[in-house]
């Protein structure tokens, strides 16, 4: 999707939290509290958020560095090319919310720019 600048981008994200997959690298992604689905991590945020929610790894050591892409040492066009993007959670974001970013660099989906008059308003569904 491109925007024009000054151009505003309607997001319609109806993401399902118990689609929220299970990563094969960092586990399971979803974050979950009296037996239900409240949240739904990124890989990056899995492997670096602290403990109970995250394995609060270093970003910086393999398998967080291609999920995570820190710059240095991950660049954007290696982050973009890499293992981040066949993973099913940018999948499913891509899917279900393919006006947001999935990962780092998900530049060509995520990145606008509205106007400064600009206002949102964010509905979450249960």
């Given at each position: 999707m491109h925007c024009q600048v000054g151009s505003c981008v309607t997001t319609n994200c109806a993401l399902s939290l118990g689609?929220?997959?299970i990563e094969n690298d960092v586990g399971d992604?979803?974050?979950?509290k009296n037996g239900q689905t409240v949240a739904c991590l990124s890989p990056c945020k899995r492997w670096n958020f602290p403990a109970p929610y995250g394995l609060g790894r270093d970003e910086l050591i393999?398998?967080?560095v291609d999920y995570c892409c820190p710059t240095p040492p991950i660049q954007p066009a290696q982050c973009s090319s890499g293992p981040v993007i066949q993973t099913k959670y940018v999948d499913l974001v891509r899917?279900?919310?393919?006006?947001?970013y999935s990962y780092?660099?998900?530049?060509h989906a995520g990145l606008h720019n509205c106007p400064t008059s600009t206002s949102f308003r964010v509905i979450f569904c249960q």
């Open positions: 689609a929220c997959p992604l979803r974050v979950i393999a398998p967080g899917r279900t919310c393919p006006s947001a780092a660099y998900d530049d």
